[in-house]
C-alpha cells in the first residue's frame, strides 16, 4: 500500500481518490473543510482519512 493512500494520523486507508488515481476529478475531501490545524498535523501533500477529519472537526 502506497503511503499516499493512507491517513498520516492512524494510517488507515484515506480513500483519496487524486492519491489513488491523478487523473481523479471528484475526492470525498471536496465536500469536507479541513482546519488549517489538521492540515498542520497530517503534513504536507498527505490526506487524511474520513474518520480523523471527523473526529478532529468534533474537537
Ligand atoms: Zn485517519
Not at 6 to 13: F, H, I, K, V
Not at 48 to 55: D, E, T
Amino acid at each position: 500500500m502506497p503511503k499516499a493512500l493512507l491517513c498520516p494520523l492512524c494510517q488507515a486507508e484515506n480513500h483519496c481518490a487524486y492519491a489513488a488515481n491523478p487523473a481523479a476529478r471528484h475526492c470525498w475531501c471536496q465536500t469536507q473543510h479541513f482546519p488549517k490545524a489538521l492540515i498542520a498535523r497530517a503534513g504536507r501533500g498527505r490526506c487524511i482519512c474520513a474518520k480523523c477529519a471527523r473526529a478532529f472537526s468534533a474537537g
